[in-house]
């Protein structure tokens, strides 16, 4: 299957049930320890079962596969023995949505962001940012970002943090899944490079 901005199923898991032990709110804390330090989360500006949390989830993919449920607006990752975290996540715009399958190729702490050719014509305000961004507070992809792969190449999709905690839930972006900063940080920790990634498109 090829990558492309269209909707796709790959690796349809078989339910989500909905017993939760809850979110830690300690989750969201301070982050003194960062190289650009994070505040404290303040819990209302993101719903409760948008915050991160572990669930019951059965699934025919392995433990250490993240898994995107687009119309959902989660992504899981697969602990095994029927448990998986459970993340809120803001998505693609209709029509910006990955296909195919995918593998995290690299990672980055605090990445740097250079828009891509197609985002600089869809929007020429991106233009002034065709030289790149460097990593920080401010910078789009925020705090980490896993960068998805297929065949050995980049798909120039990402999993990443966001300066913009309100999009969480929503269909907002360019195709790249974001994740509150907090969230991608505990992903970050969890999945190294070669995890395998399926995104249920409906």
């Known amino acids: 299957m090829d990558i492309s901005r269209r909707g ?18 300690n ?39 993240i898994v995107v449920n687009t ?17 809120g996540i803001g998505v693609g715009r209709e029509g910006l949505a990955l296909s195919g399958g995918a593998t995290v190729g690299r990672k980055a702490e605090w990445p740097s962001w250079t828009p891509t050719q197609n985002m600089m014509r869809r929007d020429p305000r991106n233009l002034k940012y065709a030289g790149g961004v460097p990593g920080g507070p401010t910078n789009p992809l925020g705090a980490r970002a896993l960068y998805l792969y297929r065949g050995g190449g980049d798909t120039m999709f990402r999993i990443h943090g966001t300066t ?31 995890t395998r990634v399926v995104v249920i498109q409906a």
């Open 8 to 25: 796709f199923i790959f690796g349809l898991p078989l339910f989500v049930a909905g017993c939760s032990t809850g979110s830690d709110l």
């Open 27 to 65: 989750a969201y804390g301070a982050r003194p320890d960062e190289r650009f330090p994070l505040a404290a989360m303040p819990l209302g500006q993101v719903k409760p079962e948008l915050r991160r949390q572990e669930v019951s989830y059965a699934t025919r993919e392995s433990a250490g596969t």
């Open 71 to 87: 119309p959902e607006r989660r992504l899981y990752y697969v602990l095994g023995e029927g448990r998986a975290i459970r993340y």
């Open 164 to 194: 913009q905690p309100d999009s969480i839930g929503r269909a907002v972006s360019s195709g790249c899944i974001r994740m509150l900063n907090h969230d991608v940080i505990d992903l970050y920790q969890r999945a190294p490079v070669g």
